[in-house]
């Protein structure tokens, strides 16, 4: 491997740029591993320019590290360290973020709908002996109905709806 190569793809290096905290301990450099929570480093980096985590198991060249780190793709990785792109590209969402992404979604409204329906059945408690025809009282049984079909909503809806959904409320923000 050329030198100019081996500098390019220094792990080490590379590890610096992003801001870890590295430490020479021995012949060695050594840090927490980014790509996994941990208190001991357990991150190595050799004098081939090349890293290891005793932790995970990653281990590469500086372009696997830069991949690892920014979530793009080797190739990307590769044209970035070689000076081709400053900038990262993000890769591109696949079928399985998009599934976290509506799964993340569809529990916040959950939550959501949860609470409101609790506070409503509670308003609803409260009022029912003093005031049944009063006005909170008929707003929160309209707010426990609404809270209720969000929740038979959420559980029927196809994936597709949920995605529509999203959208649309992105948006309106």
Not at 47 to 70: I, K, P, S, T, V
Not at 80 to 104: I, S, T, Y
Not at 109 to 123: G, L, P, S, V, Y
């Amino acid at each position: 491997m050329t030198t100019l190569l081996k500098r390019v793809l220094d792990s080490l290096a590379i590890a610096r740029s992003a801001g870890l905290d590295v430490r020479r301990r021995g012949s060695r450099w050594w840090v927490c591993c980014p790509l996994h929570g941990e208190k001991t480093p357990s991150m190595m980096f050799d004098e081939r320019g090349r890293f290891h985590c005793f932790g995970c198991g990653a281990n590469g060249d500086g372009a696997d590290l830069y991949a690892a780190l920014y979530n793009v793709p080797l190739g990307e990785a590769l044209r970035v360290v070689r000076g081709e792109n400053r900038k990262p590209q993000p890769r591109k969402p696949d079928g399985h973020d998009l599934r976290r992404a509506v799964e993340a979604w569809k529990g916040e409204r959950w939550r959501e709908a949860c609470a409101m329906k609790h506070t409503a059945r509670a308003i609803i408690k409260e009022l029912e002996i003093t005031e049944p025809d009063g006005e909170k009282f008929w707003q929160a049984v309209a707010d426990a109905a609404a809270a209720e079909d969000t929740l038979n909503l959420l559980g029927t809806a196809t994936p597709r709806q949920f995605v529509g959904w999203m959208e649309a409320e992105r948006d309106t923000i």
